[in-house]
């Protein structure tokens, strides 16, 4: 089985619960952002709406990133979630430029929000991203490795049930029964993150 998520933009009301529960469940260095939420606008008085967006990395079928990497550093594992090896990792950003999702970042420096004396969940975010290498999200898999929780922090945090994490082929199926959609779908990449249609986007 292959890991997929479901976004319900009608549902989705820009709490941003989801990309600040990421960040405490993973404890991404400042300047890192696994999950976000975009806020586009469109229409005009009286008729303007408003439509947020949750992104992510879509952890695709065919996923540019991996064969961008030089270095072999970017794979794709049996679950469909794709992965970096920090270890293989050199900073190079070409995963970066190849993303038509804009969903990695660069680990500029290795540092993190917290001083001296760390508890070992503050010390986990100074080890878990070293400086010059690139990161992404990954569903939070460290984590259900762990057997910590079920599903991503994104989806357990979401108050308004936006989101659903599972088989992305049975979530591909609910996105089509509902007039679903993929992001940037001419980038060829096969994305497992599917979203739900707000009626005003």
């Known amino acids: 089985m292959a890991y997929g998520m479901l976004i319900d933009l009608k549902k989705c009301?820009?709490?941003?619960?989801c990309s600040t529960s990421c960040k405490g469940a993973n404890a991404t260095p400042p300047g890192v952002l696994r999950a976000w939420v975009d806020r586009e606008e469109s229409g005009?008085?009286?008729?303007a709406t408003v439509t947020f967006v949750p992104k992510l990395c879509n952890q695709c079928d065919k996923p540019l990133c991996v064969v961008a990497?030089?270095?072999?550093?970017?794979?794709?594992?049996?679950?469909?979630v794709v992965v970096?090896?920090?270890?293989?990792?050199v900073g190079c950003k070409t995963c970066m430029e190849a993303c038509p999702y804009d969903a990695r970042y660069l680990v500029a420096d290795a540092k993190g929000y917290f001083g001296e004396d760390l508890t070992e969940y503050e010390a986990r975010g100074y080890t878990a991203y070293p400086a010059m290498t690139?990161?992404?999200?990954?569903?939070?898999?460290?984590?259900?490795?762990?057997?910590?929780?079920?599903?991503?922090?994104?989806?357990?945090?979401?108050p308004a049930g936006a989101r659903l994490f599972g088989d992305a082929d049975e979530l591909r199926e609910k996105a089509l029964a509902?007039?679903?959609?993929?992001?940037n779908e001419d980038a060829g990449t096969d994305p497992n993150v599917f979203y739900l249609p707000d009626v005003k986007y």
């Open 13 to 17: 009301v820009g709490c941003h619960a």
């Open 44 to 47: 005009s008085y009286p008729s």
């Open 69 to 80: 990497c030089p270095n072999g550093a970017t794979e794709k594992r049996e679950d469909g």
């Open 84 to 89: 970096i090896n920090k270890e293989k990792c």
């Open 134 to 158: 690139v990161d992404k999200c990954d569903f939070c898999m460290s984590r259900t490795a762990e057997g910590e929780t079920p599903e991503p922090a994104c989806v357990a945090a979401c």
């Open 178 to 183: 509902g007039n679903g959609m993929v992001l």
